[in-house]
């Protein structure tokens, strides 16, 4: 069975905190594909990263970064310095053998001024 | 390149009426997606064709809702009769498919908002 978790429902920092999304997984594939998307208020799914069961590395893209741990079946999510603009759901998804994605819940993420 | 396309946009009906939605795939997708996302949860499957073929409808409610892929482009979703349990957001996404697991030109719409009342 494929299952995606992510245990923090909702976050609220203040501008310029960093904040952690967590993402749990469960699979039986030896090969996956693991995913964030951020969803806006106005409610278009946007993509921020894909990684692949082979590929342990950590991810930085700007103030963006991403921890994937096999052995705890993680694929944490860091925003650095964070901006009002940041506020969103932000979900964890993992792709299944036939292609197609299962979602977590998401968790929305406030920044305040 | 263009993106998925969806229509219409919002839509508002009574219960145990009818509707349907419309999705217009990025050219050359082999795969097409439905995705139901109700307020607060994340999106959920609810069917997925290769081509003009379903792979996976196991989540789709066939006694009220069908989805059809004429000619392997475009795609119908309706829900006949709809329920207030139905209201939520219908995404659409399209992908290259089969040999392209890796996100690989996966796009979402803009989606489709039904309230049901």
């Known amino acids: 069975a494929q299952k995606v978790t992510q245990a923090q429902t909702e976050i609220s920092v203040v501008e310029k905190e960093d904040v952690t999304l967590d993402c749990v997984y469960e699979?039986?594939?030896?090969?996956?594909?693991l995913f964030w998307y951020k969803q806006p208020p106005s409610g278009e799914l946007v993509f921020l990263i894909r990684?692949?069961?082979?590929?342990?590395q950590n991810e930085i893209s700007g103030r963006y970064s991403w921890n994937f741990q096999k052995s705890t079946s993680s694929f944490n999510f860091t925003i650095t310095a964070s901006q009002v603009v940041d506020s969103a759901v932000y979900f964890c998804?993992?792709?299944?053998?036939?292609?197609?994605?299962?979602f977590g819940k998401g968790t929305s993420l406030l920044v305040t001024p | 390149e263009a993106g998925v396309a969806q229509s219409p946009r919002y839509k508002i009906i009574e219960k145990r009426q009818s509707v349907a939605f419309w999705c217009n795939p990025i050219?050359?997708?082999?795969?097409l997606y439905w995705y139901q996302q109700i307020l607060g949860q994340g999106p959920k499957l609810l069917i997925q064709?290769?081509?003009?073929?379903?792979?996976?409808d196991s989540q789709l409610p066939k006694d009220r809702f069908s989805a059809e892929r004429l000619k392997g482009v475009d795609s119908t979703l309706k829900i006949q009769p709809a329920k207030l349990e139905d209201s939520a957001v219908y995404l659409c996404?399209?992908?290259?498919?089969?040999?392209?697991?890796?996100?690989?030109?996966?796009?979402f719409g803009s989606g489709t908002r039904l309230t049901v009342v």
């Open positions: 990684r692949n069961s082979f590929d342990e």
């Open positions: 998804a993992l792709l299944n053998s036939g292609y197609a994605l299962n």
């Open positions: 996404a399209s992908s290259l498919g089969e040999g392209h697991r890796a996100n690989y030109g996966y796009t």
């Open positions: 050219s050359g997708h082999a795969t």
């Open positions: 064709f290769q081509n003009n073929g379903v792979v996976d």
């Open positions: 699979t039986r594939d030896t090969t996956y594909y």
